[in-house]
């Protein structure tokens, strides 16, 4: 409870009408190993509505106004970056003396950010929700070229810094009550214990 309390704090203090923006970039953090089985693929197709929904509130607290025909690329950067303020992942700065520490030993004062990870399933599931909602494949912003370009630079900045989730740090005494991976969930009991009666 505690450890939240400051992220909290950081997402009310932006403001109110973004509420459900942040609560639904918690669950996109959790659903961005997205498997194949056929009950995450209604899973994927939840999260892709929920970011659809996202994007649009994003665009309609645009200022100036912002349609989706005339969205690009850079629009669809400065969206990820405006996400960054939501992020739970830890990327160090090359000035920081944890930079590329894999486990640092205090707290810095580098900043949040989104999982590249995170960020790489969004702008799959919007391209795709962008081209199901009558968008275009030649104008569809989602695939440009810059946000390719955008993804790439992303991840090779947190590898890098080996970004450490803070969540995960502060938590250190408690086993955190981590939800099981979306694949153990899901995956029938007729497989393998199956075959062990048929033995
Ligand atoms: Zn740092």
């Not at 932006?14 to 609560?23: E, L, Q, Y």
């Not at 607290?61 to 690329?73: I, K, Q, T």
């Not at 702008?123 to 009558?134: H, I």
Request: charged letters at 20%; one cysteine or more; proline letters at 11%.
């Amino acid at each position: 409870m505690a450890s939240n309390h400051h992220e909290k704090i950081n997402i009310e203090t932006v403001s109110n009408n973004n509420s459900t923006i942040s609560s639904n970039i918690e669950i996109l953090a959790c659903s961005s190993a997205a498997a194949s089985s056929s009950s995450s693929s209604s899973r994927y197709e939840n999260q892709k509505r929920r970011d659809w929904n996202t994007f649009g509130q994003y665009l309609k607290n645009h200022r100036p106004p912002l349609a989706l025909s005339r969205c690009s690329g850079a629009h669809v950067l400065e969206f990820l970056r405006y996400l960054d303020q939501f992020g739970k992942t830890k990327v160090h700065t090359p000035m920081c003396p944890f930079y590329g520490h894999p486990n640092p030993p205090a707290p810095c004062p580098c900043p949040l950010k989104q999982a590249w990870g995170s960020l790489d399933a969004l702008v799959g599931r919007l391209r795709a929700a962008f081209e199901e909602n009558g968008g275009k494949p030649e104008t569809n912003p989602f695939g440009a070229r810059a946000v390719r370009l955008y993804l790439r630079e992303v991840r090779d900045l947190q590898s890098k810094a080996r970004g450490v989730s803070y969540e995960k740090k502060k938590k250190r005494k408690l086993p955190p009550p981590l939800p099981p991976p979306p694949q153990q969930l899901l995956s029938p009991p007729s497989g393998k214990s199956a075959l062990q009666f048929g033995l």
